[in-house]
């Protein structure tokens, strides 16, 4: 399949040349699109450089800081624009392992609409995280699963790949979230319209160089979120159930 790595970048000029490597080891046939929302260490720059010498990465300047979900919403216009049939979500702090990324693309080459890196489910695994962040993350994630009634164990992970078929039918110009919203909205449409959801198991290890973007309220603007969009959709099928028996009967 005609494949593009999405990576959104912002201040990760210590990274973007060491990721952008590994990727092109990983998957020498797949184009690189950076996003980058106007980095002023020179982040943009460097992957320009990179280009020069790997060639098939391309570099979207956005004017300013605009999130993670809004990044991606770009980047998902400019493949489906130009008639990609996958793209793939990582990040550009390592962490995320390049190495998973034809795992990912073989899932959905195999009839999966978005193949999801897990680390929630059997053979993934988060070192060196406090017993305190785990819990967070994992309960964060089954509520999610529970109050959207999605079959999806890791509904927060930022690390996979979609049909861009997919991705025409999710109507993208109302989605509103970002950050771990963003994964978690995402993945509640792709289940809405019907399709196949595939986790596989990922290490998910921190960065090493550079400073963490997420923050508390981010994490709090996701479960907002996951209430309402489970408020919002309960109440919609209880009225339409209400319409149906209201309408019924013979003549």
Do not use: C
């Not at 009839?111 to 929630?120: F, V």
Request: net charge positive.
């Amino acid at each position: 399949m005609r494949a593009v790595v999405l990576i959104p970048t912002y201040q990760e000029a210590e990274n973007i040349a060491s990721i952008l490597q590994r990727v092109r080891a990983a998957v020498p046939s797949a184009s690189v699109l950076v996003i980058d929302d106007n980095s002023p260490d020179g982040t943009a720059e460097l992957a320009e450089a990179v280009n020069g010498e790997l060639g098939q990465i391309e570099v979207l300047r956005r004017p300013g800081k605009g999130g993670l979900g809004p990044a991606y919403l770009a980047g998902y216009r400019w493949a489906i624009d130009r008639d990609y049939e996958l793209v793939v979500d990582m990040d550009a702090d390592g962490s995320h392992n390049p190495a998973t990324v034809p795992d990912l693309i073989g899932v959905v080459d195999n009839g999966a609409d978005l193949a999801m890196g897990s680390r929630w489910i059997p053979g993934g695994s988060i070192p060196g995280w406090s017993f305190r962040r785990r819990m967070l993350s994992r309960w964060g994630n089954r509520y999610a699963s529970f109050a959207l009634g999605i079959d999806v164990k890791d509904a927060t992970g930022g690390f996979r790949a979609y049909r861009v078929a997919m991705l025409r039918r999710l109507d993208l110009a109302t989605v509103r979230a970002n950050g771990y919203g963003f994964q978690i909205e995402m993945a509640y449409r792709v289940v809405q319209r019907g399709g196949r959801v595939v986790e596989i198991p990922i290490e998910f290890k921190d960065r090493t160089l550079g400073m963490s973007k997420m923050s508390g309220n981010i994490i709090l603007e996701a479960l907002v979120l996951v209430t309402r969009w489970a408020v919002r959709d309960r109440l919609v099928h209880r009225g339409e159930r209400r319409s149906s028996v209201e309408g019924g009967g013979g003549t």
